[in-house]
Each structure stands twice: as C-alpha cells, then as structure tokens.
C-alpha cells in the first residue's frame, strides 16, 4: 500500500492512504445513481479487504426499491 506523505506547517508529519471503487458504464450501472452504488460497493470492498488499493465493481447492482415512511 503506497502512503502520500505531507509535512505540516507545524513540522509534524501526516499520512494518508487513499482507496478507491470503480464503476464503468454501462457495465456496471445505465444511470448515475447505479454507477455511484456500484463504484461505492466496489470501494467498501476494498476498504474491507485490502486498504489502499482500488476494486472495481463486480457487476450491476440491484435496484433500489421505494421505501415508504410512516408519517
């Protein structure tokens, strides 16, 4: 895993890693909503099981369903 590294106005050091999820259309999704689930999935994933890297999406997700608050 490769770390950007920044040296603070203050002289301390800081270190970030960065993981990311990939989302292709129309492979992974016909609408924006279904490509940022799909990219979102894909970086959860890589969080999970390999921080810093980047996972690309694994296929189409499902539709969302409507869910109906009580008032």
Not at 22 to 38: E, K, M, V
Not at 41 to 68: C, D, M, N
Request: aromatic letters at 8%; hydrophobic letters at 35%; proline letters at 6%.
């Amino acid at each position: 895993m490769q770390k950007l590294k920044f040296k603070l106005p203050d002289g301390k050091n800081l270190s970030l890693g960065i993981s990311g999820g990939i989302a292709l259309y129309p492979t992974h999704g016909r609408t924006g909503s279904d490509l940022l689930r799909a990219a979102d999935t894909a970086l959860y994933q890589a969080k999970k099981y390999e921080r810093g890297s980047f996972q690309i999406a694994r296929g189409v997700t499902a539709p969302l369903s409507k869910v109906k608050l009580p008032e």
